[in-house]
T-cell receptor, first 114, second 109 residues
Framework: EAGVAQSPRYKIIEKRQSVAFWCNPISGHATLYWYQQILGQGPKLLIQFQNNGVVDDSQLPKDRFSAERLKGVDSTLKIQPAKLEDSAVYLC????????????FGDGTRLSIL | QKEVEQDPGPLSVPEGAIVSLNCTYSNSAFQYFMWYRQYSRKGPELLMYTYSSGNKEDGRFTAQVDKSSKYISLFIRDSQPSDSATYLCAMYNNNDMRFGAGTRLTVKP
């Protein structure tokens, strides 16, 4: 079974620029999550999708972050404009969609803001 | 007080040692408990997934949950250098998933 795929693996941008990350979940997984992991901390949930609908985006800084999952499969997360404090690893995870099914993570995109 | 507390370490043990990793939490609503292993520059990998209090064993790994004390543990027997990684506890209920900060473990040959 192929795992969660993310790209790019690394991204370096200057503050105030925009950036986008892509995620392809495990085939058949209805639920998709985006997390932010700052160095030395655990992942923090940004947004959760069930198919193409948003379940929870309460911790997403909506003034600069946006995410979409138009066809209920792939997803993109965008930051515009980026701030220095956005430097982190952005992790995508998916689960089979049952209420309490475990999440499986991709290897993330490491974002550095200069 | 953070919802999930986890000692960040670092923890260094000799090969073959028994490792004990722990987390405490404050929200009694959490019902599902997980341990993830994260190697450097990789995503978290699910190790153990448990529901309710008690023990669950999988090979060299044992997960323990004590809901009355709001305390979970992961034990690693016969630790190997390949176990060197950051271990994250996580807990979940009703679309609310919270992670600990992770404990960095090094197993020395």
């Amino acid at each position: 079974e192929a795992g969660v795929a993310q790209s790019p693996r690394y991204k370096i941008i200057e503050k105030r620029q925009s950036v986008a990350f892509w995620c392809n979940p495990i085939s058949g997984h209805a639920t998709l999550y985006w997390y932010q992991q700052i160095l030395g901390q655990g992942p923090k949930l940004l947004i959760q999708f069930q198919n193409n609908g948003v379940v929870d985006d309460s911790q997403l800084p909506k003034d600069r972050f946006s995410a979409e999952r138009l066809k209920g499969v792939d997803s993109t997360l965008k930051i515009q404009p980026a701030k220095l404090e956005d430097s982190a690893v952005y992790l995508c995870a998916s689960s089979s969609g049952g209420a309490n099914q475990p999440q499986h993570f991709g290897d993330g995109t490491r974002l550095s803001i200069l | 007080q953070k919802e999930v507390e986890q000692d960040p370490g670092p923890l260094s043990v000799p090969e073959g040692a028994i490792v004990s990793l722990n987390c405490t939490y404050s929200n009694s609503a959490f019902q599902y408990f997980m341990w993830y292993r994260q190697y450097s520059r990789k995503g978290p990998e699910l190790l153990m997934y448990t529901y309710s209090s008690g023990n669950k064993e999988d090979g060299r790994f044992t997960a323990q949950v004590d809901k009355s004390s709001k305390y979970i543990s992961l034990f690693i027997r016969d630790s190997q250098p390949s176990d060197s990684a950051t271990y994250l506890c996580a807990m979940y209920n009703n679309n609310d998933m919270r992670f600990g900060a992770g404990t960095r473990l090094t197993v020395k040959p």
